[in-house]
């Protein structure tokens, strides 16, 4: 058993925070929490404590959406929507990671600031080519983080170079499956398959049954795109003219909550689409700095949260222009108060306590227990050192939202992820 003790603050709900002021934290030798604790009780009192003093410890972050081959672009392109962004930028970028030393080099800087921004568990777009997709899963696996892979399947509306075949998916998310699963470390947070039909547009409906066929067969998770932008909305339905709505699309092959499932975006999803993502418990990763950037539009996130859907946050680099989770915390925040504005005060917007659930426990319960200090939970944990922000007379809860709102990953002076402390991973 290992106890930490610092100021702990945690979202058990997303309706307010847990604090404990210069709390305890009992960790058990398998890297779950076994209990938090204001004042030590008697069968813990022999334990080793590590003492953080007056920092913060809060739960590591989930990235439930990131593009890791389009690391390179960040900060670039943002003048276009998302079809011309895709064509011009993003799909040149991705076919170069058909050379494995290329690779490397962008995904060992992906996966250090993954590191560094605190991002304890991801969900990541790797791309078609089956090589370079192990070795970002190897790379995570080495820095001890948690993740789902994805071997992104593409068939049609794409760059030769870009396009794959329904048995190439197969075979590449069952060897996907098999290395990674061979190669984990023990003690070390998983890394595992995920599949990843990039969206309805690059996939035909043989690739869609055969991505429908692997999750039941293997019951393994899926993560795609849904409903971004109102151009592309438009031409899944005349690509899919059968289909009630977008969300439909997927759930007629299999996708779409039959086994767990991950829909980026969501910017236009209502009426029958919501109440079938609602039905099939759908979780929607919101990814407001993207949207933002691409003009794709603002997720009606308080109206999953009010029809029980759940809801994660995603960075979406390179449409997002940064990987820290913080930030995109702050995002959800501000792009909830325009909603209220444009709504004149019918949709409520998010509180501190909701847009941090969302980027804890809420996208961490996608691994499990995850991103609580709950018993139970996996210890995925970052002490920050807020010292520069904390003026006397400040409350934790001030503390919090002030590092919500100014602090960076500089602050983060530990991370921990399934109850092990990482070291910086090299590049």
Same mark, same amino acid.
């Given at each position: 058993?290992?106890?930490?003790?610092?100021?702990?603050?945690?979202?058990?709900?997303?309706?307010?925070?847990?604090?404990?002021?210069?709390?305890?934290?009992?960790?058990?030798?398998?890297?779950?929490?076994?209990?938090?604790?204001?004042?030590?009780?008697?069968?813990?009192?022999?334990?080793?404590?590590?003492?953080?003093?007056?920092?913060?410890?809060?739960?590591?972050?989930?990235?439930?959406?990131?593009?890791?081959?389009?690391?390179?672009?960040?900060?670039?392109?943002?003048?276009?929507?998302?079809?011309?962004?895709?064509?011009?930028?993003?799909?040149?970028?991705?076919?170069?990671?058909?050379?494995?030393?290329?690779?490397?080099?962008?995904?060992?800087?992906?996966?250090?600031?993954?590191?560094?921004?605190?991002?304890?568990?991801?969900?990541?777009?790797?791309?078609?080519?089956?090589?370079?997709?192990?070795?970002?899963?190897?790379?995570?696996?080495?820095?001890?983080?948690?993740?789902?892979?994805?071997?992104?399947?593409?068939?049609?509306?794409?760059?030769?170079?870009?396009?794959?075949?329904?048995?190439?998916?197969?075979?590449?998310?069952?060897?996907?499956?098999?290395?990674?699963?061979?190669?984990?470390?023990?003690?070390?947070?998983?890394?595992?398959?995920?599949?990843?039909?990039?969206?309805?547009?690059?996939?035909?409906?043989?690739?869609?049954?055969?991505?429908?066929?692997?999750?039941?067969?293997?019951?393994?998770?899926?993560?795609?795109?849904?409903?971004?932008?109102?151009?592309?909305?438009?031409?899944?339905?005349?690509?899919?003219?059968?289909?009630?709505?977008?969300?439909?699309?997927?759930?007629?092959?299999?996708?779409?909550?039959?086994?767990?499932?991950?829909?980026?975006?969501?910017?236009?999803?209502?009426?029958?689409?919501?109440?079938?993502?609602?039905?099939?418990?759908?979780?929607?990763?919101?990814?407001?700095?993207?949207?933002?950037?691409?003009? !794709?539009?603002?997720?009606? &996130?308080?109206? +999953?949260?009010?029809?029980?859907?759940?809801? %994660? $946050?995603?960075? @979406?680099? =390179?449409?997002?222009?940064?990987?820290?989770?913080?930030?995109?915390?702050?995002?959800?925040?501000?792009?909830?108060?325009?909603?209220?504005?444009?709504?004149?005060?019918?949709?409520?917007?998010?509180?501190?306590?909701?847009?941090?659930?969302?980027?804890?426990?809420?996208?961490? !319960?996608?691994?499990?227990? &995850?991103?609580? +200090?709950?018993?139970?939970?996996?210890?995925? %944990? $970052?002490?920050? @050192?807020? =010292?520069?922000?904390?003026?006397?007379?400040?409350?934790?809860?001030?503390?919090?939202?002030?590092?919500?709102?100014?602090?960076?990953?500089?602050?983060?002076?530990?991370?921990?992820?399934?109850?092990?402390?990482?070291?910086?991973?090299?590049?």
């Amino acid at each position: 058993m290992k106890i930490y003790r610092a100021n702990i603050i945690f979202t058990p709900s997303a309706e307010r925070f847990e604090v404990l002021e210069r709390g305890y934290v009992a960790v058990t030798d398998d890297g779950l929490v076994e209990g938090t604790y204001q004042q030590l009780p008697p069968h813990l009192q022999s334990a080793p404590i590590t003492d953080y003093g007056d920092m913060l410890l809060i739960p590591g972050f989930a990235d439930l959406h990131v593009h890791a081959p389009q690391y390179r672009n960040m900060g670039l392109a943002m003048d276009l929507e998302l079809l011309p962004w895709l064509n011009t930028y993003t799909f040149p970028e991705e076919q170069k990671f058909a050379d494995c030393a290329y690779a490397e080099k962008i995904y060992r800087r992906f996966v250090h600031e993954l590191w560094m921004q605190g991002t304890m568990r991801s969900a990541i777009f790797a791309t078609i080519h089956q090589e370079a997709t192990l070795l970002l899963g190897r790379l995570l696996q080495e820095a001890g983080l948690g993740a789902y892979v994805g071997l992104v399947g593409m068939n049609r509306n794409c760059p030769d170079g870009l396009r794959n075949s329904s048995e190439e998916v197969v075979a590449g998310t069952e060897r996907l499956m098999q290395e990674l699963a061979a190669s984990g470390r023990e003690g070390y947070a998983p890394v595992q398959a995920i599949l990843t039909p990039r969206f309805v547009p690059s996939c035909t409906e043989e690739m869609l049954d055969t991505y429908g066929r692997l999750a039941q067969q293997y019951h393994l998770p899926v993560q795609s795109h849904l409903s971004e932008n109102v151009r592309e909305i438009a031409w899944v339905k005349s690509l899919e003219p059968d289909a009630e709505t977008y969300g439909h699309a997927y759930y007629r092959y299999g996708l779409f909550g039959q086994t767990p499932t991950l829909m980026a975006h969501c910017c236009y999803t209502d009426g029958a689409e919501l109440e079938l993502m609602k039905k099939q418990q759908v979780m929607v990763v919101h990814c407001p700095t993207s949207n933002c950037n691409l003009a !794709s539009g603002m997720a009606p &996130v308080r109206t +999953f949260l009010d029809n029980g859907v759940p809801v %994660a $946050l995603g960075t @979406d680099i =390179s449409g997002g222009n940064h990987l820290s989770v913080l930030r995109v915390i702050q995002y959800a925040l501000q792009v909830s108060k325009l909603q209220y504005a444009a709504t004149k005060g019918n949709k409520a917007f998010l509180t501190l306590s909701e847009a941090f659930y969302l980027a804890t426990k809420s996208g961490g !319960s996608f691994f499990g227990k &995850v991103g609580s +200090f709950e018993p139970g939970y996996a210890f995925d %944990a $970052l002490v920050v @050192d807020d =010292s520069y922000l904390n003026f006397a007379g400040y409350s934790l809860l001030n503390r919090i939202e002030r590092y919500v709102y100014l602090g960076d990953d500089r602050d983060i002076k530990h991370r921990f992820c399934n109850g092990k402390e990482l070291a910086e991973p090299k590049m």
